[in-house]
Structures are given as C-alpha cells and as structure tokens.
C-alpha cells in the first residue's frame, strides 16, 4: 500500500474511533447516566405502594413514538421522562402488591442488580470454556432446583428466557429420548387436561409433532387430572394400535391453581412406560413449603420438570428452568457441533455442562447471576415465609370471598383462588356478563388488577397472589 494511501487509511480510522467514542462513555459520563437511571427506579420504588395494579390511559403510551431513533441521540433527562409516562405508567404494573391478576414476574431488586452485574461484565455463559464462571453458576442452580424437585445425581438442565422454551426443551427430549421420528407422530399420543398450559401444546407444534394425539383427560370438581380416566384412555389408545407418549400434569395450573396428582399419575407412567412431564412453571418453588411438598407428593418421581423463578421465586421476567432426570437424553437431543468448535471451543471440562448442549440456545446470556445474587444474599428462609404467606393468603381470600356472598371455587391448592358473583335467579348469560362488568371496573379502577377466566362455561375471576409484595392489607 503506497504510503498516501495507508495516510489516508489511518486517518480515516482515527476519524471513525472519535465517532464511535461515545459507545465507551468516561468515569463522570458513566456516573451521570448511572444517577438518572438509579434516580427512575428511586422514585418508582419510593411510590411503589400508591402506583395503581393497572393503569388505563388513553395514550397508550404512543408518546413513546415522538422520539424515534435517529443518526443523532437525545439527552438521557428526555430519554427517562419519555420511559416513565411512556412505557412505565401505562397498562399492568406486575411490581404492584395490587397485581393479582395472571402469574406476575417479581422482581426483586437484589435480581434487578443481578442483571445489572450480568450485562455490564457481558460474560458469555453457553460454554464452559469461555464461561466457567456463568457456567458453574448455572449449573450449581440447576442443582440446586433438582435437589429441590427431588431428582438423583444424575439430572440435568438448562435455564431458559421461560417455561415455554423450558417446555419445549423437554417436549424435545422425551421425543428422542423414545425414538420418535416423523412416521411415527401421528400415532403418538399426548395425555393433558384442559386446564395444561396452553406453551405445552404450541411446543408439540413447532418441535413438528402437530399430528401428534392429544388426549384431553376427564378432570374432578377441583379441576385436577382423573387418575383413573388417564388410564381408561391410554388402555383405549393402545386397543386401537395407537403409541401413548407422554402424560403431561400439572403442579399448580395457571387457570385454577389445581396441583394434579402427580403421585399416582407418576405410577401410571411408569406402569405403561410414557414419559412424565411436570409443569410446575408457576408453582414449583413452593417446593420450599412444608405444604408445597405435601401437595407436589410425587413430582420426584417424574422424567422432566419446568420451574419458572420468575414466578414463585420473585425474579425479574426471563428465567424459566427444565430440569430432566437423566441429563443424557436432554443432551443426546441438544447436542451440536460446528467446524469452528472443533479445537478449543470444543473443549469440556468433566463434571460441568455447558448450555449451549443442553438447550436450544447458543447465544445466551447470563441468566444465572439474576437468581444466585438473590439466594447467595438472602438465604432461603425469607423466600419460604414469602411463599407460606401466599398460601395463608390465598386461603384467607377463600373465606372472606364466600363471606361476602360470593360464589367461590375449589379451596385453592396453593394461591390462586376463582370466585363469580351469582345472584339468586340469574341466568348463566346474565351472571357472566355482570362478572365481566366486575372485572372491568376493577381494572379502570387500578388499584388491583384481576384476571378472568371461563369454567365450565362460568364467567370466573382469578385471584393470585404471588407478588412478594402482596400482604393482607391488600387483600382489604
């Protein structure tokens, strides 16, 4: 390169590093950035007991689009101001005691300053070779949770963005793990309630087993799985030279809060040798309940598990957790390779699993540190009496419901509870379009924000209480 030329080459990327400068702000730009962004959350956290559950706007938050993104950036003071009215004010507010509505995300702080730790250090976390720090995180959690779920030494898993790629993971497994090809979909079959997570139906789909047979099995007056119905439909199905697959229960469904009977599903399963699901996203961690074990009675006992800590461990939003007993068909199913990762990258250090062959993901960010900063801080006693008190709640909410003459459903099995107004005389049509003006005046009023569902054809609200926040004050 002629010397002119090589000038002028230099110079331009002197040109282009000053350009790019402000991608590496300087100690006093950092801090400023730091304060207004730690002063947002301040006063969020400061107000965070008069915030409404749900706030109804007519904006929508569309302010959010005068400031578009542009060659040029706007000041941080605008870009916070825009965020509060914008994205913060608007519609459900799931750090609320008030969110009783859906399973909410949590949202702890020490978890917030997890992921403010995991995204400054930027570490890798999919493969042990260039992680072992986020690697041996992960896996001491997932430890930690099979340990938890009662699983030998030999279980293995992966933290997902949530339980439905968490549910597809295992989905994916058990159908290598019995050796089901394509030919075979079609006479395979799948045994859930109507109350199964509707994430476990979308993962047959889109791990290409849409042909697959789905058995709805009968449920009981607390909408939990009929032991005996299950058994009456996998005899039918293998009567018609059918292959029963997998049986998929429930610790604690989203709609109603039942826990199926996981033991006695359990013996079922292996009796007839199907691969046994759990989805415990949103009840799992009661685990650490004296109650929670009681009613998951059973749940050691099955081949796979989804725990969201999102849920009903107080995460932030974005941690879902597989845990399947035997780590080697979740790897024989996830396992890859690459012409780049044939030398180092390839290496395995004995005794730790690396993400990246056990999951779907090979970009994957540093999810452990949001959960172990908490635990590794606080211990597990402040996270048990959190989840014992939900279930005091749930079942104080229960009485006083049907107190105030309501019509409550079942007792609830750990902390969601369903409830309907009924007046004496009313038709179903009229008594579900009243429970419908109920649960939308709760939310244009915002101080607590419920759910609704549709139970055996009755227009139902649903309470959860899950928020750490939640406490009985609430509840008046």
């Known amino acids: 390169m002629a010397d002119p030329e090589r000038a002028a080459l230099l110079d331009r990327i002197r040109q282009l590093e000053r350009a790019a400068s402000p991608l590496e702000p300087g100690a006093a730009d950092r801090q400023r950035l730091r304060d207004a962004v730690v002063g947002s959350s301040e006063r969020f956290l400061e107000k965070i007991d008069t915030l409404k559950a749900y706030e109804e706007t007519a904006d929508k938050g569309i302010g959010l689009l005068r400031n578009l993104i542009s060659e040029h950036g706007i000041p941080i003071e605008t870009v916070i101001e825009s965020f509060e009215q914008d994205v913060v004010r608007p519609g459900g507010n799931p750090a609320s005691a008030g969110h009783l509505a859906y399973i909410p995300g949590g949202g702890i702080y020490h978890s917030a300053l997890g992921d403010y730790l995991a995204a400054v250090s930027n570490k890798y976390a999919g493969l042990f070779f260039t992680g072992p720090g986020p690697v041996r995180m992960e896996n001491l ?24 790629i968490a549910s597809l993971t295992a989905i994916v497994t058990a159908r290598d793990a019995h050796g089901l090809k394509g030919a075979d979909y079609a006479s ?123 849920k009903s461990l107080f995460l932030s939003w974005g941690s879902g957790i597989v845990v399947v007993r035997d780590v ?19 290496l395995r250090e004995p005794g730790e699993i690396s993400p990246a062959d056990v999951s779907p993901e090979l970009s994957k960010p540093f999810r452990a540190l949001r959960m172990w ?104």
């Open 141 to 164: 959690l997932i430890r930690w949770v099979a340990d938890l779920v009662g699983y030998p030494a030999t279980a293995g898993g992966n933290i997902a963005s949530g339980g439905s």
């Open 188 to 310: 395979a079959v799948v045994y859930l309630t109507a109350q199964a997570h509707h994430c476990l139906e979308k993962a047959l789909r889109i791990a290409g087993m849409g042909e697959a047979q789905v058995r709805h099995i009968p449920i009981d007056d607390r909408f939990r799985m009929r032991p005996e119905a299950l058994e009456a439909a996998i005899a039918a199905d293998r009567a018609q030279g059918l292959r029963p697959w997998l049986i998929a229960a429930a610790a604690d469904t989203t709609d109603t809060g039942a826990v199926d009977p996981l033991d006695a599903i359990a013996t079922i399963a292996e009796r007839e040798r199907c691969w046994f699901h759990v989805d415990a996203a949103y009840g799992g961690f009661f685990l650490l309940t004296e109650h929670g074990r009681s009613v998951m009675k059973g749940i050691e006992r099955s081949d796979s598990v989804v725990l969201d800590p999102h």
């Open 328 to 346: 080697k068909p979740l790897a024989a199913a996830h396992g890859y390779s690459g012409d780049y990762m044939y030398l180092q990258d390839a």
């Open 373 to 476: 900063l908490p635990l590794i801080l606080l211990g597990t006693k402040p996270f048990r009496a959190a989840l014992e008190e939900k279930l005091l709640l749930a079942r104080y909410f229960h009485q006083e419901i049907q107190a105030l003459g309501f019509e409550a459903g079942p007792p609830p099995d750990l902390s969601v509870a369903t409830f309907r107004w009924a007046p004496q005389g009313a038709s179903l049509e009229e008594a579900n379009r009243i429970n419908q003006q109920i649960v939308d005046q709760i939310k244009r009023d915002g101080r607590i924000f419920l759910s609704s569902t549709l139970l055996d054809g009755r227009f139902s609200l649903r309470m959860a209480a899950l928020s750490f926040r939640t406490h009985r004050k609430t509840m008046t």
